[in-house]
């Protein structure tokens, strides 16, 4: 089995680590191009080509446990079920669980262990599209979807980064109360601070499709989109998202490896490690 990072830091006892990775390599409703049941292991492969410094400082010195890859096989409903299983024993030892996806579906299972574990908590959801249909494809649990299912939950919404929504999904944002920073609101300058709810949760969850990255950065996933934001970018926009709040978890879900393309899975394995020092600052002053 390969762990994140092996590369740089020797995995370590679930009850030691600061993170906890989670691979969940589900692929079911993919609905243009496919692969991301290929994405979970494309990124630890990935990882290891990684530095231990993220450009600010050794997120992996608090200790990373690679667990087995979540089961995919049975109902959603039940895979759902075990992917909260494995978030909920990483916040049981005060780890913080970084889930990597697979369809943006599998989202709803760690959010919702996090939300039942802890009480309110907000999403800061990057992505190309807004996953806000009652349902896609004759399936409630489709990857276009999950946001709406997360929203039944009542837990407040912020979406960044989106460029493509149908009409339900316009309607569904103003009835759900969604808050919103699109790409072209981005384009034209328009500030996160603009946007951003006062009484938004200080406990956050961060769900990360690498579609909200702009096409040229990030053509290795199922539904890319032009338009979108650059790695920096987007990085900067988490930071004030979650600034002088707790991240409770994260996921990077989405990826479609692409034979020979290199430079995605690896996009998306910094991408994981860049969110980890993110949602664990306390890293920053750590030494590898």
Known sequence: MNHFLQSEYAPVAPDAAGFHIIPVPFERSVSYGCG???????????????????????????????????????????????????????????ALPVMLGGEHTVSFGAIRAAHQHLGQIGIVQIDAHADLRDQYEGSKWSHACVMRRVSEMGIPILQIGVRSLCAEELKARKSLNVTCLDAQDIHRGVALSDVMPADFPKQVYVTFDVDGLDASLMPATGTPEPGGLTFWQALDLVAEATRDRDVVGLDVVELAPQAGLHHADYTAAKLAYCLMGLARPASASASS
């Open 36 to 94: 991301t049941e290929r994405g979970p292991e494309s990124i630890i492969a990935a990882s290891q080509q990684l530095e231990a410094f993220d450009g600010v400082g050794f997120p992996g010195a608090l200790g990373m446990h690679t667990t087995a890859a979540v089961e995919t096989s049975g109902s959603t409903e039940h895979v759902m079920d075990a992917i909260s299983c494995r978030v909920k024993r990483a916040l049981d030892a005060c």
